[in-house]
């Protein structure tokens, strides 16, 4: 018992905290996953963030010092997304005949996607730095916190709230997709990742490899559109 005291001291003082902390809690949810045949609301991000803050609030361990190990891990999201590319270039002939179908459905579901939420927000008297925040949900967090600082929004905000709303839509994602009768891969993944962004995509990927691809594709489109015309409405929203 002393030696796990001793080790739990010594990680908890350095940077392999949250590393190890990350890992061992990703691998253990990861493997109740697969155990209950990856069931949406066993989805391991979600019980890895659950466990995760948890532990940091029964242990008293800083946020910043927990995340001085775990950004190892954050720095490999760039390359993961960067990854995605692959699987649409083997499928670059039907992006090229469904181009304008795509970019239309993109458009149509981050305005959809965005505008609900301010329109609600907005109706439940929320302050406009909140409403900010709340308009690039369905971007990936990085995005949606520049873009939020250019809204005049709350950039930590806009990335909770961006994991939340990643969150959501791969738990309920399966069980709208069948609730409406939609059986094709392709559009089930272009809807998670134009809704729930890299969760989605993730979730997506775990499923079929066209409803993978197709997420990744729409995980960008929203990136990029929202980027470049969502700032164009912060005087709107001021």
Known sequence: MQEVVQLWVYLSATPLFGLTATLSVYLAAQAVYQRLDHAPWANPVLWTVVALAGLLLATGVPYPAYFSGAQFI?????????????????????????????????????????????????ALGLPVEVLASLAPKSTTAPVAMGIAAQLGGIPALAAVLAVLTGLVGAISGPY??????????????????????????ARALQVHPDAGAYAGLALGLQAVLAALLMPLLAGWLT
Request: hydrophobic share 55%; glycine share 14%.
């Open 176 to 201: 709208l997709f069948t609730l409406l009768r939609i059986r094709r891969p392709l559009v089930r993944g272009f809807a998670l990742g134009t809704a729930s962004h890299g969760i989605g995509a």
């Open 74 to 122: 954050h720095f490999l999201l760039g390359p993961a997304v960067v990854a995605l590319g692959w699987p649409l270039w083997q499928r670059r002939a039907q992006l090229r005949q469904r181009g304008l179908a795509l970019l239309a459905a993109a458009l149509t579901g981050g305005v959809a996607a965005s505008a609900s939420a301010v329109a609600i927000g907005w």
